[in-house]
C-alpha cells in the first residue's frame, strides 16, 4: 500500500476509537476512501481536520473530491439552496488597508429558479507575509425583493472555525451556530423589514437613484449575531477618472448603526469600482480576474493607477513621507520626479486640493519664521489678491510647522486657503489646502485630517 492509503486507514482507525459529540465534516477523496472529523481551517491548497480520536491532520487540497459540512446534522437552510443559473454579475475587488494589499473580495449574483437571488461573497485576509490568515464565506438566498430566507456564513482560519446558518421562518430568524466541539441553536425575532447584509446592498445598488428617498432597513450582521440599523442615501454623482476614461459615479453613503459613514461608487451599469468597508481604514478596489487570479497565486501584481487614487494611505517612499486621506471623496494623484510638487490630492465634490511641495534649498540660517515669511511673499507675488487672515504655530509629522490661514482671487472667485511650512531632513516642506470659499466649512475637517495624519518616513 503507498503512503496515503497506509494515512487514511490509519485515521479510520482513529476515527473509530473517538466518541463523535458534535456533527462532522467528511472528506471524500479522489481515490474513493473518506475521513471524517471537524475542519478547523482552510486554504486554497490545505484543508486541516480534527480527529474525534485526538489530533489534527492537514490534506491537500489536490487529493480531495468534495467535502460534505456538518454531516448528520439537523438539515442546513442552506445546504441545498434552488437550483441557480447563470451569473447576473460577478465582481472581483483587491482589499486595502493602510499601505498594503490586505486581501481580495469577490462576489456573484445570480438568480434562481424560484424567481430569487442567490448572492456569494468569499474574503480572504493576508498576514504581513502575504499568507492567507482569514476566509470568509457568506452565502445568502433572497426573495425577487431582496426579503431575507437563508444565510450561510463560514470564518475559517488556523485559530479557528465557526459557522452560522439561519433561515427565516414566519417572524423569527432560526440559527445554529457551530463551533470546534460546539453546537448552539438560537431563535431572535426578525424585526420588521429585516434584510441580510448582501442583499441591502445589492437593493440599494439597483434602486440607487431612491427618487430623493434613502434606504433603511435592520440588517443582520451573522458575525456579531446581532442586527444594525442600515442607512443608505444618494449622494449625488461625481466624475472620476477611472481605467483611463472620465466616468460619471453615483455615489451612495451607507450608515451602520453608529459608526462612520462609508461610500460605494458605482458607474451608469451598477457596476461597484470601489467600496468602503469599515471607513476608509479598509477599502475595496475593484480589478480584473486576472489580476486577482494572479495575486491570490503569490505573483507580484502592481498597484493600478486607479488602486494608487483611492487607495486610503499613501506612502511616498523616495521623498520620505505617508499621507492619509479622510474619505473616498479625495483621490491621489502622484507627480513627476522632476518636479517639486510630489503629490496632489484633490476633491472633485468641492472642487479642494491639498499639494504637497519639496524643496532641497532651505532659508537662511535654517529657520522656520524666514520659511514662513518667504512662503507669503511667494504667495503675495502670485496673487495681488493674496490676503492673510490668520497665522498659527503647529506640527506636521511631530515637527514645528507653521500655518497660514489665507483669502485669495481665482477666476473671480475667492478662494480660503491652509498654507504649512515645515523643515525636515535639511529640506523646506510646503503643504497647500485650498477651495473656494462657499466649500471651505465643509473642507475645513478634511484638510486638518490629512495635516494630522501626515508623517515623515526615514
Request: hydrophobic share 40%.
Amino acid at each position: 500500500m503507498n503512503r496515503i492509503t497506509l494515512f487514511l486507514l490509519a485515521a479510520t482507525a482513529l476515527l473509530l476509537l473517538g466518541r463523535v459529540t458534535v456533527a462532522e465534516d467528511v472528506i471524500h477523496f479522489r481515490n474513493g476512501r473518506t475521513l471524517t472529523g471537524r475542519i478547523t481551517s482552510e486554504t486554497r491548497e490545505t484543508v486541516v481536520l480534527e480527529l474525534p480520536g485526538g489530533g489534527k491532520v492537514e490534506l491537500a487540497r489536490e487529493l480531495i473530491l468534495t467535502i460534505v459540512r456538518d454531516a448528520g446534522a439537523e438539515p442546513d437552510p442552506v445546504a441545498k439552496p434552488a437550483a441557480a443559473k447563470g451569473v447576473l454579475r460577478s465582481e472581483q475587488f483587491f482589499l486595502w488597508s493602510g499601505e498594503r494589499r490586505l486581501g481580495s473580495r469577490s462576489l456573484i449574483l445570480r438568480k434562481t429558479e424560484a424567481g430569487g437571488f442567490r448572492l456569494e461573497e468569499d474574503i480572504v485576509f493576508l498576514d504581513k507575509e502575504g499568507k492567507e490568515d482569514v476566509r470568509v464565506h457568506t452565502l445568502e438566498i433572497s426573495t425577487a425583493e431582496f426579503e431575507p430566507l437563508e444565510i450561510l456564513y463560514r470564518e475559517s482560519s488556523d485559530r479557528g472555525h465557526r459557522t452560522l446558518r439561519a433561515k427565516v421562518l414566519k417572524d423569527r430568524l432560526e440559527m445554529v451556530i457551530s463551533l470546534p466541539g460546539e453546537r448552539r441553536k438560537s431563535s431572535m425575532l426578525a424585526p420588521e423589514g429585516l434584510r441580510f447584509p448582501l442583499s441591502a446592498r445589492e437593493y440599494a445598488i439597483r434602486n440607487r437613484d431612491f427618487s430623493g428617498e434613502k434606504f433603511e432597513a435592520p440588517v443582520f450582521e451573522p458575525r456579531e449575531e446581532n442586527f444594525f440599523r442600515y442607512r443608505i442615501e444618494a449622494a449625488g454623482n461625481r466624475r472620476v477618472d477611472w481605467d483611463g476614461e472620465r466616468v460619471e459615479v453615483t455615489v451612495l453613503r451607507r450608515y451602520r448603526g453608529q459608526r462612520a459613514v462609508e461610500e460605494i461608487w458605482l458607474d451608469p451599469a451598477g457596476r461597484c469600482l470601489t467600496e468602503e468597508l469599515n471607513g476608509p481604514t479598509l477599502v475595496a478596489v475593484l480589478t480584473s480576474r486576472e489580476r486577482l487570479t494572479a495575486f491570490e497565486a503569490g505573483n507580484a501584481v502592481l498597484p493600478s493607477e486607479d488602486e494608487e487614487r483611492v487607495r486610503p494611505l499613501f506612502v511616498h517612499p523616495e521623498a520620505g513621507f505617508r499621507i492619509r486621506k479622510p474619505t473616498l471623496s479625495w483621490s491621489f494623484e502622484k507627480q513627476p520626479k522632476s518636479s517639486t510638487k510630489v503629490l496632489s490630492i484633490s476633491n472633485l465634490s468641492t472642487f479642494a486640493y491639498c499639494d504637497i511641495f519639496l524643496f532641497n534649498e532651505t532659508p537662511d540660517g535654517g529657520l522656520l519664521s524666514s520659511l514662513a515669511v518667504d512662503m507669503e511673499r511667494r504667495f503675495k507675488d502670485k496673487s495681488r489678491m493674496f490676503r492673510k487672515l490668520d497665522e498659527a504655530t503647529i506640527e506636521l509629522g511631530g515637527e514645528p510647522a507653521f500655518r497660514i490661514k489665507a483669502s485669495s482671487m481665482n477666476k473671480g472667485e475667492e478662494l480660503l486657503s491652509l498654507l504649512v511650512v515645515s523643515l525636515h531632513g535639511g529640506k523646506a516642506w510646503l503643504l497647500t489646502m485650498a477651495c473656494p470659499k462657499k466649500y471651505f466649512k465643509k473642507a475645513r475637517p478634511d484638510f486638518e485630517a490629512m495635516l494630522k495624519s501626515f508623517e515623515f518616513i526615514e
